[in-house]
């Protein structure tokens, strides 16, 4: 392989930036958006695997999440996260409708 020479160099002086870290601002907490995430993917454990523990783990985390945002944020994926944990809980009591038991206690 040919290297060019340094004067062909077709790198733009003026576009280079230098990167900064992201600086979080004050009053910035990323525990909803957190809890919500979580609260997804225990909900979908619930449903698709039917474990109870799951689906309460989901209300538990959506309950967190809603109760740390903010009024300015999307209150639609806070609500759609919510009721997706309060289904898996209700469908995986439909489906099987005993009491969760603690299996390592037995």
Known sequence: M???PPSNDLRRKD?????????????????SEYM???AM???MCGLMMRFK?????AVY?????FSN???SEDTKQIFSSFMLSISSVVMSY??????MAISYFS
């Open 41 to 43: 993917l225990f909900s």
């Open 15 to 31: 576009r280079i930036v230098r990167y900064k870290p992201y600086v979080p601002k004050e009053g910035e907490d990323p525990m």
């Open 94 to 99: 439909l489906q099987s409708p005993t009491p």
């Open 36 to 38: 919500n995430l979580l």
């Open 69 to 71: 945002s903010r009024s």
């Open 61 to 65: 985390c959506a309950f967190i999440g």
């Open 53 to 57: 523990w799951a689906a309460w783990a």
């Open 2 to 4: 040919v290297a060019a």
